[in-house]
């Protein structure tokens, strides 16, 4: 996704009979363009290439609350 600029990790109290791990892909306005429960097919894959953004780090796998956890931000424009 060219236009990536924001992942999340996003937690609910559903589990452990629902999907409460959430990987959330939110473009520069704020639009959420990709989401994907934990354990989804391809998660691997996706996870391997979010770990080759500069700074990602996992936030909130653990979490049982209804909560958003920033993992990745991308740069703005440096100032000219």
């Known amino acids: 996704m060219a ?3 924001a992942v999340y990790v996003e937690t ?9 791990v959430w990987w959330i892909l ?4 704020g639009q959420t363009r990709v ?3 934990q354990m989804a097919k391809g998660e691997e894959t996706a ?8 700074g990602f780090d996992v936030q ?3 979490s049982t609350k209804n909560a ?3 993992c ?4 703005g424009p440096s100032p000219e």
């Open 35 to 37: 989401a994907f429960p």
């Open 26 to 29: 939110n473009d520069s306005t």
């Open 60 to 62: 909130g796998m653990n």
């Open 3 to 5: 236009d990536l600029a």
């Open 12 to 20: 609910n109290d559903n589990g452990p009979w629902g999907c409460d």
């Open 68 to 70: 958003r956890f920033l």
């Open 47 to 54: 996870l391997a290439r979010l770990q080759s953004l500069p």
């Open 72 to 75: 990745w931000k991308a740069r």
